[in-house]
Each structure stands twice: as C-alpha cells, then as structure tokens.
C-alpha cells in the first residue's frame, strides 16, 4: 500500500491555512496545517522546550509555509530545517502573495524547493506532489529544474518537472547535490 | 418547477455579472471546483472565514489610522493581510484597492491612506452583500428542491 504523502501547511491567515488543507486534501495529501513557523518546528521536533516525539510516526514529506508570518518568517523556518540533519532532506516550498525576485533568490539559494506566488492553485499542487514523489522514487545527482519560482498564467500551467522551464528559471548558481549510490 | 428555473436562471445571471463587473476573479472559481460531496460548504466556509477575519481587519485599520501618531508600518501590515485574504477567495476589487492602499502607506500620505481606506471598506461591504446574495440565492434553489447549476 503506497504511503501517503504528508505536508505540513504553515500560514498564519486563517483563510489561507484553510484553503491550502482543502488544495492538498483534494491533491490525496495528509495535511497537518498550523499557524506558525514556532508551531511547525514543535511539530517537527525542533523546538528547544519539547524533546521530539517519535520523528517517523510523523514522517513529513513535504512542509509548504508562508513567507510573511509574525515573530518568524517563512524564510527564517527553511534556514532552520534546512541547518538541521535531521530534517534537511524535507522540501520546503515558499508561498508568497508577494512576487519579488531577490527574495525568490534567497529563498531558493536557501535551499527552497519552489517559490509559488499567492494564490495556490490546484495545479501547482499537485504538480509538487508528483515531481517530490518522482525524486523519492529516483534520486537524482544534480537538483534541477523545478527550483524556479512559479506564477505560471499561460496554457502550460501544469509543465511537467520533465521539461526544462528555462524562462521561468531565477538567475541563480545550481545546488549540487550529491547523491551516494 | 418553473420556480426552480426562475431561480436558477436568476443565479446564473447573478454569479455572471459578479465576474463580468469584477467583482470577482478566477481564484474564485478555483475554490468552486475544491466544492464537492464530501466538502458542500467549502466556498461558504471560506467566505465566511474571509468575512469574520476582514471585520477584525477593518476594525484594526480603523484605529490604527485614527491615531495620533499613524504608524504606517502597521497599516501597511493589515492591508498586506487583508490584500492576501481577498485575493486568496478572488474578491478582486477589494484586493485592488488594497494595493492602492499600500502605496499610500509608503508615501506615509495620512490623507490619502484615509481616504483610500474608505474605498476599501466600500468595496469589501459590496462584496460581502454579493457573496450573500448569491449564498442565499444557492439556499433558495436546494430548498426548492433544485441544484445549484455550475458556473464556467
């Protein structure tokens, strides 16, 4: 039986939180949605006061956040997991309502899966479901096309993570990331 | 059933206009079609989150703007919020204003903010009353033993 995919959904609007559950319920996804990134890394076991529950009953797949929250922002959360051993192989991807490019830039250099802009669309779910299943089921040596940022408002608003968005893509240096076989 | 048909031939106009005069955006369609069985009041559930979140919102820019010293930073950030919560339910007008509204807050321009801010109330109540009136018009036609037709 194939497992479910499990996203954390961090945003501290009300309407938001809400519809980006019912987008990931509708995508097949487990969500667990919480309203702040001190939330999300209680949840994930990275707050200083709690020790970490049984981290795989939790498995988290993907973590999706806002990037304007209070007290501590979207940006300042992907830092946090992606500085932790534990949690660093979990994409993260960044929404935002706001579509400028140096902070596409950080947030990507940051190590962001993608950065969608606001509102989320049904498509730009499911297809970060897919393209994150298809790198867990084939891990690749380089980490490729899909970091771009997104707001894709031609035809091709579902483009495969298999062709090369070239035009989308921010001018910002590869990771590398190395894959031990 | 003719009834039924006023009311749904009533409906279709209605959520029509809504589109054509701006009112509301794509987004809001795209929480239609999240809409099934298993989730039949999700756009009602959202908009009504939108309404009791937006409240709270105009009150907060309210005071914010009647202080004595205006603190643009923090009316920046309701607008942003409310700019962010229009646009995620497609009440397209609200979040155009609301853009309006946050140049204002960057020039630091009280007069202007105030008076955009009235717009932005103004397009919000509008709004609201629209979303209503189609809610009701969608209770209407269930309780006349109809269904709601799909608009595309």
Request: charged share 30%; aromatic share 8%; net charge negative.
């Amino acid at each position: 039986m194939a497992q479910e995919f499990h996203v954390l959904a961090v945003d501290d609007s009300f309407v938001d939180r809400k519809v980006i559950e019912r987008l990931l319920k509708v995508s097949s996804c487990k969500v667990t949605a919480v309203e702040s990134a001190g939330r999300a890394l209680q949840y994930l076991g990275l707050d200083e006061e709690r020790s970490p529950v049984e981290f795989d009953e939790l498995k988290v797949n993907m973590i999706i956040t806002d990037y304007s929250m209070p007290e501590m922002t979207g940006y300042d959360l992907l830092k946090r997991i992606k500085g932790s051993k534990k949690l660093r192989e979990i994409p993260v991807v960044i929404m935002s309502s706001e579509d400028i490019q140096p902070r596409v830039n950080r947030c990507l250099e940051e190590g962001a899966e993608e950065y969608l802009v606001k509102p989320v669309k049904l498509s730009d779910v499911v297809r970060l479901r897919d393209f994150i299943l298809r790198q867990k089921a084939h891990p690749q040596t380089e980490h490729n096309s899909m970091k771009r940022k997104s707001r894709d408002e031609s035809p091709n608003a579902g483009c495969s993570a298999s062709t090369s968005c070239d035009h989308l893509r921010p001018s910002i240096p590869k990771r590398r990331k190395i894959v031990q076989l | 059933m003719e009834f039924v048909g006023q009311l749904q031939r009533q409906f279709v106009q209605f959520s029509h206009s809504l589109f054509d005069e701006g009112f509301l955006d794509d987004q809001f369609q795209q929480l239609q079609k999240l809409q099934d069985e298993s989730n039949p009041d999700f756009v009602l559930e959202v908009v009504s989150l939108f309404f009791e979140d937006s409240e709270k919102l105009l009150n907060n820019l309210s005071i914010a703007l009647q202080q004595q010293i205006v603190d643009f930073k923090q009316v920046d950030s309701y607008v942003h919020q409310f700019k962010g919560s229009s646009s995620s339910i497609g009440a397209q007008r609200v979040k155009n204003v609301c853009v309006h509204l946050r140049s204002f807050c960057e020039e630091q321009n009280l007069e202007r903010c105030v008076m955009c801010f009235q717009q932005v109330k103004h397009e919000y109540y509008v709004v609201k009353n629209k979303l209503e009136t189609l809610f009701r018009l969608e209770r209407q036609i269930v309780e006349a033993g109809g269904t709601v037709p799909f608009i595309l």
